[in-house]
Each structure stands twice: as C-alpha cells, then as structure tokens.
C-alpha cells in the first residue's frame, strides 16, 4: 500500500520558475526522502530528511518536513529544462521504504 | 562501482513461461530490495533482504512469485508461470548496512511483457 502521496500529479511550469511538491503520509517514520526518475531510468536519490529535522537544503533543492501534518515539500528552484523528470517522495519506517506514485514535472525551455 | 546491475533490460515472453530477473547489488551493501513498478499501483515493495536473508516477503504477489539470494552479490526473481498482468518494470535496490537511515541505490530496471 501507498504511504506516500504526492500532489500535484502532474506540474508543468516555464523554465527559472521555482516548482514545488507535496507529500504527505500516514504513519510514523525514520525519515523521508525524495527521488528522481527519468523516463525510462531507475530512481535516483535527491534528498533526505531526518523525521527530526524541519528544513534541509541541497543545491537548488529544499525540502521541509512537518511530522505533526505529517507532510513534507519539495521546492527546486530556477527549474530547468533538464529537471523534467517523474518525483517521488518515500518514507521510510524500520527498514522498508514505500514510495508514492510520483508527480511528473515538466519544464518548458 | 558501477552501480547496481539488472539483466535483461527487457524481456518479452508469452503466457505460462518462466521469466528469471537478475540484480548484482552494490559491493558493501548488506540490504536489497525488489519493488514492481506499473502506472496503476506505482512503486511496490515484493522483498527484501539482509545479508542474503530475506526479512519481508509480504509484498511478493502470490506463490508464482519467488525470490532469492545465494550470496552476497547476486540476487533472483522468479515468476512462474508468467501471465499479463505480471507485465511492469522490476526495479532492484541495495542500501548501506543501516537502512534507516540512509538512501537506496536503484538499478536501472528490467521491463517485462507477458503477453
């Protein structure tokens, strides 16, 4: 079953706008973390974030978590053309990772 | 390293027949994992393992299904007999040897037809 759920499903937005994401969950986790898929490529890893930590930034990435909405964000700013790609956020509780079904992003040049 | 390897990249076979997926996990990774991705269901956890042992087989869909790990570096997934609805792309994943906290490593996928 889905932990994670992502919204928007799909996002199209122009190049050097700023796209965000949502997640949010259902049960206790360890932590929550986003991934990156290119069509036809498996998933990579973007970000992770401690079920402790509020705010966590890499690159043109930021991510937030709230445990108490028990949701989290997924900003990536000056977006790309090369950002398009499917996300997913997962969480992780104990040793399983469950993925949501992904937000397909597409940036326009 | 060159990352975590899937064979084949594609396979088409026809109803009824064996289909065997391969994975060669990350050197040093103590944890891996099995997911089925289709656009109805999204990502699905079949299996995982630690130390070549597997820990949860709760998602394996039915007793066509089998999964196993003879060593370290090389893992299995057996579907038999195949049919249709089996047709999606089978990811493999390992993780360092604390699974809490860190990120899985993703290969690039095996997609399957069942026609």
């Known amino acids: 079953s889905q932990q994670g759920e992502e919204d928007p499903q799909a996002l199209s937005i122009q190049e050097g706008e700023n796209a965000t994401m949502n997640c949010s969950y259902k049960t206790s986790i360890n932590n929550l973390q986003w991934y990156r898929q290119n069509s036809g490529r498996g998933l990579v890893h973007l970000i992770l974030i401690r079920s402790n930590e509020r705010e966590k930034h890499s690159g043109r990435l930021r991510v937030t978590l709230d445990t108490s909405k028990k949701s989290s964000s997924l900003l990536i700013t000056a977006s790309r053309a090369a950002d398009t790609a499917s996300y997913f956020c997962?969480?992780?509780?104990?040793?399983?990772?469950?993925f949501g079904k992904g937000i397909t992003l597409s940036v326009r040049p | 390293d060159a990352g975590v390897i899937q064979s084949p990249r594609h396979e088409v076979t026809e109803m009824g027949q064996e289909v065997t997926l391969r994975c060669k996990p990350i050197?040093?990774?103590?944890?891996l994992f099995w997911y089925r991705q289709t656009m109805m269901r999204g990502l699905e956890l079949l299996i995982y393992f630690n130390n070549n042992v597997p820990i949860d087989d709760s998602g394996m869909p039915e007793d066509r299904f089998s999964a196993k790990m003879p060593n370290a570096s090389f893992s299995t997934l057996k579907i038999q007999p195949s049919e249709p609805r089996d047709s999606a792309v089978y990811f493999c994943?390992?993780?360092?040897?604390?699974?809490?906290?860190?990120?899985?490593?993703f290969g690039e996928g095996s997609r399957l037809t069942v026609l």
């Open positions: 994943a390992s993780s360092f040897p604390n699974p809490n906290t860190g990120e899985l490593f």
């Open positions: 997962a969480t992780r509780a104990n040793s399983k990772l469950t």
């Open positions: 050197s040093g990774h103590d944890y």
